[in-house]
């Protein structure tokens, strides 16, 4: 993620430019044979409130972005690993 004006978020993001409440992004893979790798972790930038939480199993992670163009994302490709 890149921090600035966005006006395309990339897959697997979360973010708000206009000073207002946090926009949200989810990944699930629940029921699925695969789990998000260990190596993937969020990154967050901008001056506004932005965070990103994995479940315990990592099957999910929840993303929130917004405030002053805060964003969260993943820190490279979503990669997985089989169960």
């Not at 921090?3 to 699930?28: H, K, M, T």
């Not at 695969?34 to 994995?54: E, K, L």
């Amino acid at each position: 993620m890149a921090a600035g004006p966005v006006q395309n978020l990339p897959y697997a993001s979360a973010g708000n430019c206009q000073n207002a409440a946090a926009q949200f992004g989810d990944i699930n893979l629940d029921g699925l044979p695969f789990s998000i790798d260990p190596t993937v972790t969020v990154v967050t930038v901008g001056a506004g409130y932005s965070s990103g939480t994995f479940s315990v199993d990592r099957k999910q992670v929840t993303l929130s972005g917004g405030g002053d163009c805060g964003g969260a994302g993943l820190n490279g490709p979503l990669l997985l690993k089989q169960d």
